[in-house]
T-cell receptor, first 112, second 115 residues
């Protein structure tokens, strides 16, 4: 199984940068996902990493280090609409069909 | 447009009653998943299916069952509802074609209250 840890809450100012860390322990690794979830809504896909390094998508970037069991999601030029919960999820190598283990989520609060 | 829907969106029931939550997707995805989401726990997997007539238990499957008679639907049944099953339930689906990126698409959720 997996153990996935991420901070419970982070606060940042509009226009700033926030980095959300995720650490995981797994018997086998086959990909890490980040999802965004606004209050009262469904999670939506943000990014996917399976190889070490940085993946950039506009204002959002995600980094992975498999040897350290570590990932982060970087949110740049924060906007009020970025206030949401960010979920880190890991896919185990024993299951290539898509089953995910989710962390508890990090609530990001963007202030004016 | 293809989509994934859940019904009902809100449900209040009494302890001991059987409850079925519906999930329907029109993407023709092979994989379907049921999660519950509670404060402080994130999304926890209840049951999942990788195709018609395939079902598997997740980490919190006690008190729940699913069946997969076609590609589009994966109904979740609470055999005898308990107050501990008060939660928000999300259904998700993904393609079963393999490959590197198997994104899950989530339904809008069902808020279930067991009194």
């Amino acid at each position: 199984g997996q153990n996935i840890d991420q901070p419970t809450e982070m606060t940042a100012t509009e226009g700033a940068i926030v980095q959300i860390n995720c650490t995981y322990q797994t018997s086998g690794f086959n990909g890490l996902f980040w999802y965004q979830q606004h209050a009262g809504e469904a999670p939506t896909f943000l990014s996917y990493n399976v190889l070490d390094g940085l993946e950039e998508k506009g204002r959002f970037s995600s980094f992975l280090s498999r040897s350290k069991g570590y990932s982060y999601l970087l949110l740049k030029e924060l906007q009020m609409k970025d206030s949401a919960s960010y979920l880190c999820a890991v896919r185990d190598s024993s299951d290539s069909w898509g089953k995910l283990q989710f962390g508890a989520g990090t609530q990001v609060v963007v202030t004016p | 447009d293809a989509e994934i829907t859940q019904s009902p969106r809100h449900k209040i029931t009494e302890t001991g009653r059987q409850v079925t939550l519906a999930c329907h997707q029109t993407w023709n995805h092979n994989n379907m998943f049921w999660y519950r989401q509670d404060l402080g726990h994130g999304l926890r997997l209840i049951h999942y299916s990788y195709g018609v007539h395939d079902t598997n238990k997740g980490e919190v499957s006690d008190g729940y069952s699913v069946s997969r008679s076609n590609t589009e639907d994966l109904p979740l049944t609470l055999e005898s509802a308990a107050s501990s099953q008060t939660s928000v339930y999300f259904c998700a689906s993904s393609t079963g074609k393999g490959g590197r990126e198997i994104e899950q698409f989530f339904g809008p959720g069902t808020r279930l209250t067991v009194l």
